[in-house]
C-alpha cells in the first residue's frame, strides 16, 4: 500500500501558525464542532460507512448517491442456540498435565491439554448481520456538494448533495426510546423523491416479501455453526411513509415515485429472550416496536431520540483547544494528524468513544462485542464474540469513569449469568467450587476452553471479569448492589482456592495450568503453558482482596474472609528480574526484545492498581523498563492499552506519542494498528476495544484515582498544557468532577460534586485554595473506605537488576471533608 502524503508545505505554514495561536486562546470559544464529516462516500468500503446504535440495533450507513446502503445488526442476532461447551475429560488428566509443567515440558503438556481441555463442541458461536436495505435512486449518477457526517452530539447521520439543480438531504438514526431505525428523505423541490427500496443478507435462510404495497419484510433463521443448531429466528419489517407522490411494489421491493419527503421506519426483533431461551415471538415483537414507531413523525421521534441520546453523552466536556486543522475533513484530519498540531482531533476521537459506548451497551441488551454491535460478516473475525482475556473488559474501562455507570450493566449482567454457567465448567473440568471461564463467551454464555490451548488453557475469564462488578460499587457506594454481587466475588474467589496448587521449587501457591496470555517464551519450547504466571497471580491477589474487602462490608463469611488472607499470603510476589523488568513468569525468562503485543503482567499497573509510583517504586521503575522493552506500536487494542500505561507512568508526553501512533491511517504503521477512516480502531481488522481503551487513557491522563487519591493532571502532555477544561468525569468514591480547568499545565479550577460524602484527597501539580479554608494537608492514609488499597506485597528482586526509579513532577496533597450531595470548589495558578 502506498504511504499516504501526510502534510503538505501549505499545512507547514499552517501548524506553525497554531502552535503559536492556541498558547493563551480560551477554549471554550474555539473548540470544533463533535462530528465526523467527509466530502466522499464510503464506496464499498464497510470501515467508511458511519456507525449508529441504539444498543439494540446498529446500522452502519454508507452514503452513497446512487444507491444508498444501510448496513443492520441486531443485538440477539447470533449463530447457535443454547449450549455448553465443557471438556470434562480435562479432570482426569490435570494431575498430568500439572506435572509435566513443573518437570518444564511445557509443550508436551499444551499438547494434552489440547486433547483433554479444549472443548471438543462449539468453541464459540458468532455474532451474525441482519442485513442491508438499499435505496436506488434513478439519475443520481452525476452530482455535486457532497456532503456526510455523523453527529457525535445528536446521534443522527446526514448526506447531502445535488443532482440536477435539486438538493437531496437524509438523515438517518436508530431511535433509543423506539428501539427503530428511521431515515428521512428530502428535498428542496417537491415531487422530487424517487427510488426502489429493497433489501439483501448473507443469511441463507432468509426470506423476502414485500406487504400492502408499503413495508418490505424479512425473516429467517440463523445459521448453525460447529455442530449447533441456529435456533434464534428474526423478523425485520420497514415501512414507508411517503409524503405525496406514489407507493408501488413487487414481490420482494418497494418503489417510491415523485414524493416531496419520505420516512422510512425498520424494526428488527428475534426470539431470544436470555442464553437458556429462545422462545420469544420475533413476529410480535417486530411489528410493535413498527406500530408504535409509526404513529410520530420524524420530528417527534428525532425529538425523543436526542433527548435519550443526551442524558448520557452531554455528561462529559472536553476541551483542549483547537487549530486550523480542525476545519479538514474527518479522514484528512486522520492523515494528518502525526505531522501537525490538532488537540480538537483528540476530544472528536475521545467523544467517539463514549459515543460508541452510549450506541452499543444499554441497559437491557446485550454488552458489546469485539466489534461492539457492528458487524457485515456472516463469519467474522473472531466470531465478533466476547474475548474475556482482555478486549471484552477494555470495552468496559471507559464505563465508570467518563459518567456512562449505567452502561455497565450489560456486561455485569453477562458476569453474572457465567458465573452461574460457570459452576459447571468449574466442577467438571477442574473439581473446583465456584465458578470460572476461559478466554472466551458468547451470547450464550459458553465457559469452556476454545481455539487451543495456546490461547485457551487460560483459566482467569471469571476472575478479571468479576472484578467490573466490584469496580461499579467502588464509584457508585450501592450496597443493595454490592450485595446482589457479592455470591459472583465469592464463587469467584473459591474457585482459586480450590484450584492453586504449591509449587514444587518456589512453594507458592500457583494456579497450573496457567498461561500469560497469548505469549510463549522461548524457554517453554514455544508454549504458551507455565505455572504461576505474574498476570494470574496479580488477578488471584486482587480476586481475594476484593471479596475480603466486600465480605468486610457486608459483615459476612468471616471464616471465609480468613481462608481467604491465609491464602493470599501464599501467593507469588511479583518478581523484578535480571533486565530490571517485571517479569512475566516465575523464572526470569523475559527478552527484552519481546514485542509481544500482549503484555499482561502489567495488568498490576492498569487496570489494577497493585504497582504505584508513590508505594512500590521499585516495580514502578521495573514497569517503565517493561514497556520500553515492548515498545510502542502494535495492534490496534494494545496500543490503547499502553496510553493507559504510559498515563500510569505519569508519563504524558509518551502516552500522547500512543495516541498519535493510534490516530494513524491504516498500513502506515509496519507493526500493524492504526485507525479506520471512521475512526474504528484497527487490530487489523476493525476491533472496537482500541476506541475504548483509548477513550479510558485520555481519561487517565487529566485525572486518575486508583492509587488512594484522586490524582489531578497526573500525565498531561506538553501538547496539552497551554490550557483545557474537562467537566463531568467520576472517580471512585462517588465524586464528580463538574469542573477542571487549567492553564500552563497548572489547575486554575476545580469544582467537585460528593455523592457519598467522605473524605476527598486531591493530589496536585500546585497548590490549592478553598473559600471556606477546608482544605488542608493530607497526612497518614485516606480515611475515606473507598480508597483503601491492599498492600503490594514486596518483590523479589534479582542480583544481577539495576534499579532505577523515575524522577516524578511534585505534587501537593490535600484532604477535604466532604458531605454528600455538597459541591466544593477550589482554585490554583502558578
Not at 421521534?301 to 476545519?327: C, M, Q, W
Request: charged residues 20%.
Amino acid at each position: 500500500m502506498a504511504r499516504p502524503i501526510l502534510i503538505t508545505i501549505l499545512f507547514s505554514t499552517l501548524i506553525v501558525g497554531s502552535i503559536h495561536a492556541q498558547t493563551k486562546e480560551s477554549p471554550s470559544k474555539s473548540a470544533s464542532s463533535l462530528k465526523l464529516w467527509y466530502n466522499k462516500p464510503s464506496g464499498k468500503v464497510w470501515e467508511n460507512a458511519l456507525p449508529l446504535g441504539n444498543g439494540r440495533l446498529g446500522a452502519m450507513v454508507y452514503g452513497n448517491v446512487e444507491t444508498e446502503t444501510i448496513q443492520m445488526n441486531e443485538h440477539t442476532l447470533w449463530s447457535g442456540g443454547p449450549n455448553r461447551n465443557d471438556n470434562p475429560s480435562s479432570l482426569d488428566s490435570l494431575e498430568s498435565i500439572r506435572k509435566l509443567i513443573f518437570e518444564g515440558k511445557q509443550k508436551q503438556a499444551e499438547q494434552l491439554a489440547n486433547k483433554v481441555i479444549i472443548s471438543r463442541q462449539s468453541h464459540g458461536q458468532m455474532f451474525e448481520p441482519a442485513g442491508e436495505l438499499h435505496l436506488t435512486f434513478p439519475g443520481h449518477e452525476k452530482y455535486s456538494n457532497y456532503y456526510r457526517e455523523l453527529d457525535l452530539e445528536r446521534a443522527v447521520t446526514k448526506t447531502s448533495y445535488t443532482a440536477g439543480d435539486i438538493t437531496y438531504t437524509r438523515e438517518t438514526l436508530t431511535s433509543f426510546p423506539d428501539r427503530v431505525i428511521v431515515v428521512r428523505l428530502t428535498a428542496d423541490k417537491p415531487r422530487s423523491i424517487s427510488f426502489t427500496a429493497s433489501y439483501s443478507s448473507p443469511q441463507s435462510k432468509v426470506k423476502v416479501n414485500s406487504i400492502q404495497s408499503k413495508q418490505l419484510c424479512f425473516a429467517g433463521t440463523t445459521i448453525d455453526h460447529e455442530g449447533v443448531k441456529g435456533m434464534v429466528r428474526y423478523m425485520g419489517v420497514a415501512e414507508f411513509k411517503p409524503e405525496g407522490g406514489t407507493l408501488t411494489s413487487s414481490d420482494s421491493t418497494i418503489s417510491v415515485g415523485n414524493a416531496n419527503a419520505v420516512t422510512i421506519y425498520v424494526s428488527i426483533a428475534t426470539n431470544f429472550n436470555n442464553y437458556e431461551d429462545v422462545s420469544g415471538d420475533e413476529n410480535a415483537r417486530a411489528i410493535s416496536y413498527l406500530n408504535k414507531a409509526k404513529r410520530k413523525t420524524f420530528s417527534e421521534i428525532l425529538k425523543g431520540h436526542i433527548a435519550a441520546y443526551e442524558k448520557y453523552f452531554n455528561r462529559v466536556k472536553l476541551d483542549l483547544g483547537t487549530s486550523p486543522a480542525a476545519e479538514l475533513p474527518t479522514d484528512e484530519r486522520l492523515r494528518n494528524f502525526n505531522s501537525t498540531v490538532d488537540p480538537a482531533f483528540v476530544v472528536l476521537y475521545y467523544q467517539f468513544g463514549r459515543y460508541l459506548l452510549i450506541s452499543s451497551s444499554q441497559p437491557g441488551g446485550q454488552p458489546a462485542n469485539l466489534q461492539g454491535i457492528w458487524n457485515s460478516r456472516l463469519r467474522p473475525a473472531w466470531d465478533s464474540k466476547y474475548t474475556i482475556n482482555i478486549n471484552a473488559q477494555m470495552n468496559y474501562w471507559p464505563a465508570e469513569k467518563t459518567n456512562l455507570s449505567e452502561l455497565h450493566e450489560p456486561f455485569i449482567r453477562m458476569v453474572q449469568e457465567m458465573a452461574i454457567t460457570g459452576q459447571k465448567t468449574a466442577k467438571n473440568m477442574y473439581g473446583a467450587r465456584g465458578w470460572m471461564a476461559h478466554h472466551n463467551t458468547d451470547i450464550w454464555r459458553a465457559t469452556g476452553a476454545v481455539d487451543g490451548a495456546f490461547w485457551g488453557a487460560w483459566s482467569n475469564g471469571g476472575g478479571w471479569p468479576s472484578l467490573h462488578l466490584w469496580e461499579h460499587y467502588l464509584y457508585t457506594g450501592d450496597e443493595v448492589f454490592l450485595k446482589s454481587i457479592y455470591p459472583v466475588l465469592k464463587g469467584a474467589a473459591q474457585f482459586y482456592v480450590d484450584f492453586l496448587v504449591e509449587h514444587p521449587t518456589f512453594h507458592y501457591l500457583v494456579v497450573n495450568p496457567d498461561e500469560s496470555p497469548e505469549n510463549a517464551p522461548k524457554a517453554h519450547q514455544g508454549s504458551s503453558l507455565d505455572a504461576g504466571v505474574t498476570m494470574t497471580n496479580q488477578i488471584v491477589f486482587d480476586v481475594f482482596s476484593t471479596t475480603i474487602r466486600a465480605a468486610e462490608i457486608l459483615n459476612t463469611d468471616k471464616a471465609f474472609i480468613d481462608t481467604l488472607i491465609k491464602t493470599r499470603n501464599r501467593l507469588a510476589p511479583m518478581h523484578i528480574g535480571q533486565h530490571a523488568q517485571v517479569q512475566e513468569w516465575l523464572d526470569d525468562i523475559d527478552d527484552p526484545k519481546d514485542n509481544h503485543r500482549h503484555v499482561s503482567h502489567l495488568y498490576g499497573l492498569f487496570p489494577s492498581n497493585q504497582i504505584s509510583p508513590y508505594r512500590t517504586p521499585a516495580l514502578f521503575g521495573a514497569a517503565r523498563n517493561t514497556l520500553l522493552h515492548r515498545g510502542d506500536v502494535s495492534t490496534g487494542w494494545s496500543m490503547g492499552w499502553k496510553v493507559n500505561w504510559w498515563a500510569r507512568m505519569q508519563d504524558g508526553d509518551h502516552a500522547y506519542k500512543l495516541i498519535q501512533s493510534q490516530l494513524t491511517p491504516l498500513g502506515v504503521n509496519k507493526e500493524g494498528g492504526g485507525t479506520y477512516n471512521n475512526l474504528f480502531d484497527a487490530h487489523p481488522p476493525f476491533q472496537i476495544d482500541g476506541n475504548f481503551g483509548c477513550t479510558s487513557g485520555i481519561t487517565e491522563m487529566l485525572v486518575q484515582s486508583a492509587d488512594g487519591a484522586v490524582h489531578l493532571l497526573p500525565a498531561l502532555p506538553n501538547v496539552w498544557k497551554a490550557n483545557g477544561t474537562i467537566s463531568g468525569i467520576r472517580v471512585i468514591g462517588g465524586f464528580e468532577i463538574l469542573e477542571l480547568k487549567w492553564e500552563d499545565g497548572k489547575i486554575l479550577k476545580l469544582v467537585v460534586r460528593s455523592k457519598l460524602g467522605g473524605n476527598l484527597r486531591l493530589r496536585s501539580p500546585n497548590a490549592l485554595k478553598s473559600p471556606d479554608s477546608i482544605l488542608k494537608l493530607a497526612s497518614g492514609h485516606n480515611s475515606n473506605p473507598f480508597y483503601q488499597v491492599p498492600v503490594t506485597p514486596d518483590p523479589v528482586v534479582s542480583a544481577k537488576a539495576t534499579l532505577k526509579i523515575p524522577s516524578l513532577l511534585s505534587t501537593v496533597v490535600f484532604d477535604v471533608p466532604t458531605q454528600a450531595g455538597k459541591v466544593y470548589s477550589f482554585y490554583g495558578g502558578n
